[in-house]
């Protein structure tokens, strides 16, 4: 491998312009496509479409994408990329590994609630672009398995496989934002913190934590309940 890309990594996107103009042509290009290959899929889907939603001529279509499935490329990766940005700009203040699950939590389902299309997109990049639909969770998966790790070495969590955990933890989520956002009209605050807490009973390293006062317990006691009262342990 050269330069460090993966040897089932899709090829490079086409550069982004460099003018102002040119740059929002082009987002206006992306998300016409994201609402109309959100709307009635990729394959039904033909450019003189995207370009009347987008508002712009079907000529200029060419001039930032060769061809539909680039489009879709990039689609994809605008929306990877927005979705971690927003993952990292909510957790990146926060002192503990255990506040951070929480609120990034919180925020991926946040995330989906303004892109709701965005499962079925991809889905779709399964049959559209197999290596692009691999690469969409590794990215995701690169950056969370070394925030996992890192809060293994400090002793926050249990030494665990960081893959593993970080790949079985987006699928939890993956799974639950499937009910609750995409088939559901949204999870609620107790949900979240529910599913946070079962998380971190598998997580937290043995010992007192430092989490944040009043979010996320030291592992070892009785969590808040949904309702926020505390649990009582049985002797």
Known sequence: MKGGRSAHAPPALPPIPRTARGQRTRARLIRAAEDIFGDVGYYETRVSEITRRAG??????????????ELFRAL???????????????????????????????????????????????????????????????????????????????????????????????????????RYVVWGNGLSEAKVHQLAELILRGLLADGPRSASPGKVPRSGRSFPSIEGSRSTAKP
């Open 76 to 178: 994809l990766s605008s929306l990877n990329h927005d979705l971690r940005r927003a993952l990292r700009e909510a957790t990146h203040t926060l002192a503990s590994r255990a506040a951070m699950e929480e609120k990034g939590l919180r925020e991926f389902f946040r995330f989906l609630d303004r892109h709701r299309k965005l499962y079925r997109i991809v889905k779709q990049a399964e049959s559209v672009d197999p290596k692009l639909y691999r690469e969409y969770y590794e990215r995701i998966a690169r950056g969370y398995r070394r925030g996992l790790e890192e809060a293994m070495d400090r002793g926050e969590l249990k030494r665990l496989d960081p893959e593993l955990v970080a790949y079985a933890l987006m699928g939890m989520a993956d799974f639950a934002a499937s």
């Open 56 to 69: 712009v001529a079907l000529g200029t279509f060419y001039l930032y994408f060769p061809s539909k499935e």
